[in-house]
């Protein structure tokens, strides 16, 4: 969430040694193969790539090395994995739809280039600076009753939000320029010497995620209750947790996506009525790489109102009716 990496994540890298500085990718040497980056393994507050021995790389006497990592060191982005000339590539990245939890914050970094000693900037952790940048889009919701009605029988609890026809299924590439300094292109940042925007393409496995978190009873006049925070408070922009998000989900076009909001009103005197809400988004919509896509559900009711009207009394026209009032 932060720009903060979470001390409790890993991630893998590659470094690739040049005789001198980065010419072409095809130039470099592996020198560290995808190893995984652990922190607080005896070097300080920094992360130390470590071989298939748990045993540390150490910097040659001669020449520099340019870095490359994804996160987070997981078997699922490991089998997906590939760093190529022109950076980063996931083959067939699936955002599983069984479990939110496992959900994960897919991160690629910048190439770190040209580097001869474990120095950087990115205080409070010392070592060459990585710059991460995320995958995939953050989708969250919130939910509030938005009129405060005046008597306060009315309820509403929400059951279920589910998105669903979502690809689930895609190939992502960084598009990084094979050149020295060469910087990614994002929706969110301008890249250096990188025509190419780093992209995700043939979309496929459409499904349907579910929000978890969501039975909720909506009180009313309470501020709006987020799903993705232990006590329902709107998430930080920064901070140290990574669950701040209700899903994690590949960026795409939204044409032909449905949301479906399922949730009971009753009043003091009915039992819980079910209600539905659907919204197709429209071709237009879009989920972009780096953004987080807060929808913010209110639910305003109107109160029932009467009308009444009285039918008039009709004259009678029946005979006999005259009613003679005789001499007394």
């Not at 953004?291 to 026209?317: C, H, K």
């Amino acid at each position: 969430i932060g720009s903060k990496y979470d001390t409790g994540l890993q991630f893998n890298v590659w470094g690739h040694w040049f005789e001198g500085d980065y010419t072409s990718f095809n130039d470099g040497k592996v020198y560290i193969d995808e190893a995984t980056a652990k922190y607080d393994v005896g070097q300080g507050n920094t992360w130390c790539p470590l071989n298939s021995n748990d045993y540390y790389y150490y910097w040659p006497k001669n020449g520099t090395i340019t870095f490359s990592a994804y996160s987070p060191a997981s078997d699922k982005m490991k089998t997906a994995a590939n760093i190529t000339a022109k950076g980063l590539v996931l083959n067939g990245y699936v955002v599983d739809n069984s479990d939110n939890t496992k959900m994960e914050d897919v991160l690629f970094s910048e190439r770190a280039y040209n580097k001869t000693a474990s120095t950087g900037t990115n205080n409070p952790y010392s070592g060459v600076d990585i710059q991460f940048r995320h995958a995939l889009s953050s989708i969250l919701f919130s939910a509030k009753v938005g009129n405060t009605y005046t008597y306060s029988g009315t309820q509403i609890r929400i059951q279920n939000i589910t998105l669903s026809n979502v690809a689930s299924k895609a190939y992502f590439a960084q598009n990084l320029e094979n050149a020295n300094s060469a910087t990614t292109t994002l929706p969110t940042t301008s890249g250096s010497h990188s025509d190419d925007e780093a992209a995700w393409t043939g979309h496929t496995s459409m499904v349907q995620y579910t929000v978890d978190n969501t039975a909720k009873i909506l009180e009313n006049g309470a501020e709006p209750w987020y799903f993705c925070t232990s006590d329902g408070s709107k998430p930080q922009v920064f901070g140290n947790e990574y669950r701040y998000t209700d899903l994690i989900l590949i960026p795409q076009n939204l044409e032909n996506v449905v949301l479906t909001i399922n949730y009971t009103i009753k009043s003091t005197e009915s039992k819980e009525l079910p209600q539905t809400y659907t919204h197709e988004f429209a071709a237009a919509d879009e989920w972009i790489m780096g953004y987080r896509y807060i929808y913010n559900i209110l639910f305003n009711f109107d109160p029932i109102t009467l009308a009444p009207m009285v039918q008039i009394f009709e004259d009678a026209t029946l005979t006999g009716t005259e009613l003679i009032v005789p001499q007394q």
